[in-house]
T-cell receptor, first 111, second 116 residues
């Protein structure tokens, strides 16, 4: 069965420091991976998806099939990045529909 | 607000009772997903509907059921409630059935269910 692991419940960094939120997955097929973010008192929203190879709000994530990882990185953290981050894998229930989420990592960026 | 809406925001009930959670997808979205977020299990996929038909099932208990109506809103019915059913229930919607990584799911604000 597919699984997404985010080993850190909490990651605390100072403003301007680099950030890396770890995500490892287990899945036998070709994965579709996403990062979702939930800011305080806001709903869960898509941050980025691996297929787009995009950078959103300075965040990037590279899919490493050899290490089965999809770590989220940002070179210089900002206070407004403080939020809950979830790594998610699209699961092929007869098509890539449902999302399997990791347990989430709370990022705290201190001034 | 043209985003996903969920009602009620909060629900407090007793064990053994039955509740119904409601979700209205974004305008134009045909697919609805239900997720449960609890402290010990994290965010888990429950069930998906597309244009009124069930498309995928996840870790949904037999005491739980859902449906999607012709106007595309969806309801999640939870019966014989137990303390462990206390959780945040999210609904998400997307335009298509979900094939392909570009089909983004948009989430509602959630319904917080407390079972006493």
């Amino acid at each position: 069965a597919q699984r997404v692991t985010q080993p850190e419940k909490l990651l605390s960094v100072f403003k301007g420091a680099p950030v890396e939120l770890k995500c490892n997955y287990s899945y036998s097929g070709s994965p579709e991976l996403f990062w979702y973010v939930q800011y305080s008192r806001q709903r869960l929203q898509l941050l980025l998806r691996h297929i787009s190879r995009e950078s959103i709000k300075g965040f990037t994530a590279d899919l490493n099939k050899g290490e089965t990882s999809f770590h989220l990185k940002k070179p210089f953290a900002q206070e407004e990045d403080s939020a809950m981050y979830y790594c998610a894998l699209a699961t092929p229930y007869t098509g890539r529909r449902a999302l399997t989420f990791g347990s989430g990592t709370r990022l705290q960026v201190q001034p | 607000d043209s985003g996903v809406t969920q009602t009620p925001k909060h629900l407090i009930t007793a064990t053994g009772q039955r509740v119904t959670l409601r979700c209205s997808p974004r305008s134009g979205d045909l697919s609805v997903y239900w997720y449960q977020q609890s402290l010990d299990q994290g965010l888990q996929f429950l069930i998906q509907y597309y244009n009124g038909e069930e498309r995928a099932k996840g870790n949904i208990l037999e005491r739980f059921s859902a449906q999607q109506f012709p106007d595309l809103h969806s309801e999640l019915n939870l019966s014989s409630l137990e303390l462990g059913d206390s959780a945040l229930y999210f609904c998400a919607s997307s335009v298509r059935e979900g094939d392909g990584p570009y089909n983004e799911q948009f989430f509602g604000p959630g319904t917080r269910l407390t079972v006493l």
